[in-house]
């Protein structure tokens, strides 16, 4: 308990808060993200595993745009397909091409953190990129490109039905919003996707070169933060 209270305070001075007003941090119930055992030729059932299993499946054997030439392998998701929250960040990069998990290299580890600030684990969440391929050389992925691959976010997203998204800058406020946003703009904005809010911030990339930026992503998180723990309108 120590140790998970040492962490969280570190996880926030690395996002450059030194002050916190006292919050009560919900935990969640664990679900695990491994497809239920299942023998071959007995139908799969549709549950959100067995659903995301299938884009995994069907992610790897992708040949929609020339991305998976240079690839090791398709980055899909890491996290539960039965998350409150989505992250969904631009393409893998060397360190998630090389693992299979998405944001795994230096940003993926400032990504934690927030995460981790916000009072909850990377297992609580889902986070994906909008492409699933590594470009070559990290390069921002071409608009075909992303456009060959939203497909598998907007699946993914049906499966999932988060109750918020965070978009992480601007290739995938771009993907989900339309390609006229601004994310210096709209970050901190509460917007929808296919009738789910969602909040665009900055790429942990970004605030690794722009540290200064760190105090407003926090904000967007601490609203993200707000909006998770709102209890539902059970009305309609
Ligand atoms: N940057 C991204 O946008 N996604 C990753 O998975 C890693 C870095």
Request: net charge positive; proline share 9%.
């Amino acid at each position: 308990m120590k140790r998970a209270l040492k962490q969280h305070v570190e996880s926030l001075a690395q996002m450059g808060v030194t002050h916190v007003p006292r919050s009560k941090i919900k935990p969640r119930a664990k679900v695990s993200s491994q497809p239920a055992v299942h023998e071959p030729g007995e139908p799969r059932s549709a549950d959100p595993e067995n659903l995301m299993a299938e884009i995994v499946k069907e992610a790897r054997a992708c040949r929609a745009c020339p991305l998976y030439k240079d690839a090791t392998q398709a980055v899909v998701f890491d996290g539960t397909p039965r998350a409150r929250l989505v992250f969904v960040g631009e393409a893998p990069g060397f360190e998630e091409d090389k693992q299979g998990v998405p944001f795994v290299g230096a940003a993926g580890q400032l990504l934690t953190k927030m995460i981790q600030a916000m009072g909850m684990q990377r297992s609580d969440v889902f986070i994906c990129n909008v492409v699933k391929h590594r470009p070559p050389g990290n390069r921002t992925p071409e608009p075909d490109e992303a456009a060959a691959c939203l497909p598998f976010l907007q699946r993914q997203l049906a499966i999932v039905q988060p109750k918020l998204i965070c978009a992480l800058g601007s290739v995938a406020a771009k993907a989900l919003l339309g390609p006229g946003i601004s994310i210096m703009k709209i970050r901190g904005s509460v917007q929808q996707y296919a009738g789910i809010p969602l909040v665009p911030t900055f790429h942990p990339a970004y605030l690794l070169r722009n540290p200064s930026a760190k105090k407003l992503a926090w904000a967007d998180l601490q609203l993200v933060k707000r909006l998770i723990d709102q209890p539902s309108d059970s009305s309609g």
